[in-house]
């Protein structure tokens, strides 16, 4: 039998030379979100061994967005236009790269791995973070709840992360909605408590993810390679389950 790991896959309009992709990884090593040298040279490393696919790791949507003030980001213009050299780069070997869009919530407002403490301050460039409810991740800072309008805006940010990813030359987009991040944090009954439309059911949990999916697809067009990266369980009784995945 033929292995298929090293053929062609063509999805919507945009065909990969296999299906050998690179995972996302964190770097912890923007400053103020935009990318420099070391991003360059970590995934462009990968280009030249002729992946199908490189994701770029978890990039936020706004400040408050990013898992660590080392984050990357794309919620303005200087930001995008850092990433297309890095773009040009990976396109130069015939690889497709793509934007991975996230939300830590509140997971957030982290410093970087190497620091002798875990969470920022505000001197440090830390900020309020936010989730479905106001319960804490382990014994990080209260969340603050998220109003409706908030999350209304919030899908508009990742539609126009998705279009300076477009601009930038990226092939692909995907929404980073697991590992306990914020569109997680909506999706599980664990840290959900919301009595609104978009709390309680199944249907109410993942209407946040389900709207800004649909509004991302509305505004890059059909032929987008649009992803979403889900966690299949809490691995936690009475949580997110692999039914709901399904």
């Given amino acids: 039998m033929t292995s298929a790991l090293f053929t062609p896959i063509k999805i919507r309009s945009t065909e990969f030379g296999n299906r050998v992709w690179v995972s996302p990884m964190c770097q912890y090593s923007a400053i103020d979100g935009v990318v420099g040298e070391w991003h360059k040279v970590h995934l462009g490393s990968f280009a030249t061994g002729g992946v ?71 001197d440090e460039g830390g900020w309020q973070t936010v989730s479905a409810s106001p319960i804490s991740f382990k014994d990080f800072p209260l969340p603050r709840e998220l109003t409706i309008s908030e999350i209304n805006d919030l899908t508009t940010k990742f539609v126009e992360a998705s279009l300076r990813s477009v601009e930038a030359g990226f092939d692909v987009i995907e929404i980073h909605a697991a590992h306990g991040y914020l569109f997680h944090q909506f ?15 199944f249907e109410n949990r993942i209407r946040f993810l389900v709207e800004t999916a649909k509004a991302i697809r509305e505004h890059v067009g059909d032929e987008m390679p649009l992803f979403t990266r889900i966690s299949a369980t809490d691995w936690v009784e009475g949580g997110w389950d692999v039914e709901e995945s399904i």
């Avoid at 599980?188 to 059911?201: E, F, H, L, V, W």
């Fill in 52 to 122: 199908g696919l490189i994701m770029v790791e978890a990039t936020g949507v706004e400040p408050g967005a990013r898992i660590s003030i080392g984050c990357t980001g794309i919620w303005n213009d200087k930001q995008a236009d850092a990433f297309k050299p890095i773009v040009d780069l990976v396109h130069s070997q015939g690889v497709k790269i793509g934007m991975q869009l996230a939300h830590a919530g509140r997971k957030g407002s982290t410093m970087v791995p190497w620091d002798d403490h875990e969470i920022a301050s505000a």
């Fill in 187 to 201: 999706m599980s009954p664990i840290t959900n408590k919301r009595s609104d439309q978009y709390g309680g059911s």
